[in-house]
């Protein structure tokens, strides 16, 4: 991805809260891995990153992980979930000086983690019991401790932003909020 360009691997940053995951980019490519805790700030200073790149991560951002199956009231998860994400799109904008947020469209018909039709559109108390059992027969198994966004939630928290939209046969598959100088 770098070559050809003159970023250096030892200046691309890579984050998880799952250390297996950074190691590899670490050994493989040459990032430097930065291991981060489920919630909480990067020991960064203001605009230390020139972009922050996350694909696909801000609507995991939820309750802690090992709780996921457990919280089955949507009021419960979902004022959690719209906290943790509100402070996790606070650090993005804290360290970034530029940046590319993207996450599923939740009005899009397919849900991206399972695979599965309307499942984004599901109260939690159908939706846990639905992928307890899509996993157990369907080829794409998932956990959920997904929340979805749409193009108004995601404004929300990135307000300096840009919203793109990533289409699909017509339809908005997921969302981008883009910074830049």
């Known amino acids: 991805m770098l070559e050809g360009t003159p970023v250096k691997p030892q200046n691309v940053y ?3 809260i799952n250390p297996t995951l950074i190691e590899v980019g670490a050994q493989r490519y040459g990032f430097v891995p930065v291991l981060a805790k489920e919630d909480g700030a990067l020991p ?24 996921v199956w457990n919280v089955r009231s949507e009021l419960e998860f979902v004022e959690q979930a719209a906290q943790r994400q509100t402070q996790f799109a606070a650090e993005i904008r804290r360290l970034g000086r530029q940046y590319f947020v993207q996450t599923p469209n939740l009005h899009f018909p397919v849900e991206s983690h399972s695979w ?6 599901l109260p939690r108390r159908l939706l846990l019991p639905v992928l307890g059992i899509a996993n157990a027969v369907w080829v794409k198994s998932t956990i959920p401790d997904f929340r979805l966004l749409d193009r108004r939630g995601l404004a ?9 939209a990533e289409k699909w046969l ?9 910074k830049r100088k």
């Not at 801000?58 to 802690?64: A, N």
């Not at 599965?116 to 559109?121: A, E, K, N, R, T």
Request: proline share 6%.
């Open 156 to 164: 929300a928290l990135f307000p300096d932003a840009e919203i793109a």
């Open 14 to 16: 890579i984050c998880d």
């Open 170 to 178: 017509g339809l908005t598959k997921s969302l981008i909020a883009l």
């Open 44 to 67: 960064y200073e203001d605009g230390f990153f020139d972009v922050v790149y996350c694909s696909s991560v801000i609507e995991h951002v939820t309750i802690p992980k090992q709780e």
């Open 116 to 121: 599965l039709p309307f499942v984004g559109w």
